[in-house]
């Protein structure tokens, strides 16, 4: 019993210590040099480095940051059988990618770890997200938009398809932690100041 609690406890540091790692700030510097945090939305995740320094490094930072969600959570299934236990690692990565101890506890929203890590546990799940994901991001052409509704998405979806309680209550807590992330947006989109695809950012 003690080994298993070390056991957990060493796999949500490994994710936490995993999420942490800044890859859309050390890409963007590697890529134009610059420092991201310094442009835009001042976010170091997909979207922001998608408006500031292109379609390439993007894809190169969301499938790091999806990876961090992901290789957690794979290796939790093999070590440990309780599979709330599973989500519970999955979302140690996304507050490392959210409050990354190698930032000054900065980061990003944690979209494209969160999405890393539902892959992990069920790619049903994310099918709905992503339809919804992609149903609004076409709409109204607003990536942090379409972020927050598939995070209301969440735990909706894992009621839908008969999940324990145990994972209701953490995606509810997880997609009301997406949502507290992305307070700034909510005002820019509010004010109707909110970058939308295809629009370059500015350094701040």
């Known amino acids: 019993m003690i080994g298993g609690f070390f056991q957990s406890l060493g796999l949500m540091l490994f994710a936490y210590l995993l999420g942490s790692l800044p890859f859309g700030l050390w890409i963007s510097r590697l890529w134009a040099g610059i420092n991201i945090r310094e442009y835009g939305s001042g976010n170091i995740g997909v979207s922001n480095v998608l408006r500031t320094v292109g379609k390439v490094p ?13 290789l957690p959570v ?24 959210s409050l990354s101890i190698f930032i000054r506890f900065q980061g990003g929203r944690g979209v494209a770890t969160a999405a890393g890590v539902l892959l992990g546990l069920s790619w049903q799940i994310v099918l709905v997200l992503l ?9 109204s052409r607003f990536i942090s938009l379409s972020s927050i509704l598939a995070a209301i998405a969440l735990p909706i979806s894992l009621v839908i398809f008969r999940y324990p ?19 700034p947006n909510i005002q ?10 295809g629009e370059k950012a500015q350094k701040r």
């Open 58 to 70: 993007a894809l190169v930072v969301l499938i790091l940051d999806a990876g961090k969600g992901l």
């Open 74 to 97: 794979l290796l939790a299934k093999q070590l440990v059988a309780n599979e709330t236990m599973w989500l519970v690692v999955g979302i140690c990565a996304i507050i490392g990618h």
């Open 131 to 139: 339809l919804v994901w992609v149903s609004t991001l076409m709409i």
């Open 165 to 183: 309680p145990s994972y209701w209550i953490l995606g509810a807590g997880l997609a009301l932690f997406v949502i507290w992330r992305h307070r």
């Open 188 to 197: 820019r989109l509010v004010s109707g100041t909110e970058y939308r695809i």
